[in-house]
Structure formats: C-alpha cells, structure tokens
C-alpha cells in the first residue's frame, strides 16, 4: 500500500543508500501495523535537463510522491503528523547537500480500488492482516 | 481517461505481450462503454535495484498504478467489483511467474480537471459521448 | 505543489522547449500567487513502444498528469476554468503535430500531507505565504 515514488537527480543515492532508505521506510511502517511486504519504494533518476524548479533545471532535487491506500489520516492534526513522520524518514539523506529542493506530498486513495497478488488485502486491524505481519505474505482470508 | 501506468521489472514483458495487454486492456473498457482512445497505457521498466518490496530489491515485480477519471464507483461492493475485473484483466500475463509480487491500487479525479485534444470530454451516457465511441475520435460537441 | 509529470514520446519537445514550457508553467502559477519554487516540471521521455493510446503503439503522444496541492476548486465551473487555463499554458507546443492525441488531468490532493525542505508550506493567502513568494524560498514562519 505505501507505495513512494521517489524522483531524484543523478548521484544523489549510491546502491547502498537506496537500499538502506528503502528497509528504513519499510521498518517504519512496520513498526506502525503494517506487512512488510505492503510497502513498495521506486527510485526514478532524473537528469538535470528534465527536471525544474521554479522554471529552472535543478541539478540537486528530490521529489517524492507517496500513495497512501490502506491508512488514512482523519484529521488535519493527524496528516500534519505523518507529514512530520516522513520528513524523519528522509533527513538522513539530506545532510551535506546544499542549495538542495526537496518536496514530498502524499495522496489517499481507496483501500477498496487494491490489490496485492490478486486479494483485496484484509481491513485494518483485523486478525487477518495480523496474520499477514506475521506471515509477511499473502494468504487466503 | 483511464491512465495505466505499469511498472515492471526488466524481461516482465515481451513486445508482443506489450502490445496485446494494452489491446485487451482497451477493450474491456470499450466494452463498459467508453471510447477506445481513452485508454492510455504506458510500460515502465524498472530495474530491480531500484524496485523494493518491503525492503527488498525486486527482481520479479509489477506494480500497477490506474487513474479513473471519466468513471467513479458509488460504493464498496461497486469498487470491490472494479478491483476483480482488472485482476482478470492482467491475470493471462502473470502465470509461470514465482515469487512474484504484483500489486495495483486505482486512484479517482475529477472528470472536470480533465481534457483531450484541447476539449472537456462529454458526459457520461451523453449523445457526444456515444459519437465520440462511434467514430473513435474527439469532434465538437 | 503544482507538480507536472509530463510523458512524452521521443522529439517531442527540444531542450530549449523543456525550458521555455517550464518557465511558462512557472509564470503562470506565479501571476496566481504561488511562490515560483512551488512549481515542480518533470519531463519523462516514452519510447512509442512503451505508451498506447486505444490499444495501439503511439509515436506521437502527451500525456500530462498534474497534481494540485496548495490550491483546490471549489466547483465544477472553476475546475473547468483551470483546465481551459492549462490547454492555454500547453498550446504553443503542439502546433504543427498531426495525429497527435494530448490529455492531461489533475488531481488534488492534501495540503496537509506536503512538505518542501522540511516545513509544511504557510496557509494560502497568508502573510508567510506572500514572503516565501516574495523571497522565492523556504523560511521558518
């Protein structure tokens, strides 16, 4: 379900970091009730020329768009929150890069439009998704 | 209208097999009544270090994000029913593949935000909306 | 906010276009009160092979997906004078290009789930709103 599309411009990861920046994002929706296996992250180089800012090519830029499908913030208080969450997620790989514009935004779509390997994954808190934590994996329900 | 964008690992696909989900792909949503010219697909390799499900590169994956815009489902059981019907839709070009995870989520915008060849689509149902399936083209209306 | 991803098939747009398109959209957006930095243009080169328009491989094709973020509609008419707004900003590029289908749609999304360089952005219309605008840059507030 969190599925995070992150557009960056050359360099600005090394293997390891996308590596790391991806177990990082996935430990933390763990952490908050989720399979592991809900998150998937994509990485999307962008060359200088095909990425601006305030109408000019950027050089250092992250943009993330995030798509929230099986949590949904219900209030105002509640999304601010996330939005701080995320920022947590991401800081460590922003130290040392000056004049740098980074950005993320998140959508909520519906749980009921969502498929993982051909099932309607179970609702929120249910024993079924416990057992899908536990199991890492998807099964009947 | 609806927009496909299919994110797969490298060899997920052949051409032909490209060409064929996007021409089946088009005619189930021809047969539910839209034109044939508002099916956009597009094919988006993504090599398996950048691809991670819960933390992990991916070397068999696909993850499949669809706006609707022209078509939104009222209820639960509407949008369940959607949920079924693009599984059988990618099904024919997921057997014989292990350890594969695939996963899509649709999201829905408003049809007013919305334009073709410079003009707002007609109404759902509406006589141009008909003419338009008929002649597969946008005209004045 | 306003982030452009703007898919396009090969020799669609020169490098002095992708500029020029970039700095139009950025004016646009700033005569309607955004900070320029707020826009965000990302061009995504789709070999014919890759994108299908009604089942069929396109060799010349724009598809243009925008997300709103600091601003929303607040109704049907205003909607369409957003997207009559876009085919204007658009317009000048597609002159001159037979057989071409163009489409775009928007989406709106959560203010409240965006950040830019760490700060969730001032309310719209606000004082810190009209400095980060007359800066052209991120400050606390």
Redesign the interface.
């Known amino acids: 379900?969190p599925?995070w599309a992150i557009?960056h411009t050359p360099g600005f990861f090394t293997?390891e970091d996308?590596?790391d920046l991806?177990?990082r994002?996935?430990?933390h929706y763990e952490r908050a009730g989720l399979?592991?296996?809900?998150?998937?992250?994509?990485?999307?180089?962008?060359r200088s020329?095909?990425?601006?800012?305030?109408?000019?090519?950027t050089s250092v830029?992250l943009?993330v768009?995030i798509?929230h499908?099986a949590r949904h913030?219900p209030d105002?208080q509640r999304?601010?929150g996330?939005?701080h969450w995320?920022?947590s997620i991401l800081?460590p790989y922003l130290e040392g890069k000056d004049n740098?514009?980074?950005?993320?935004?998140?959508?909520?779509?519906?749980e009921?439009?969502?498929?993982?390997?051909?099932l309607?994954p179970p609702p929120m808190g249910s024993d079924a998704e416990k057992r899908w934590v536990a199991q890492?994996a998807v099964s009947a329900y």
């Not at 020329?49 to 090519?57: A, D, I, R």
């Open positions: 379900m599925l557009h293997d996308k590596r991806a177990a994002i996935t430990d399979p592991r296996f809900y998150v998937v992250v994509i990485f999307d180089e962008i020329e095909n990425l601006y800012v305030g109408g000019e090519p830029g943009r768009v798509d499908i913030a105002k999304r601010n996330i939005a995320i920022k800081q740098l514009h980074w950005e993320f935004h998140v959508d909520e779509t519906s009921d439009l969502w498929m993982i390997n051909g309607i890492n």
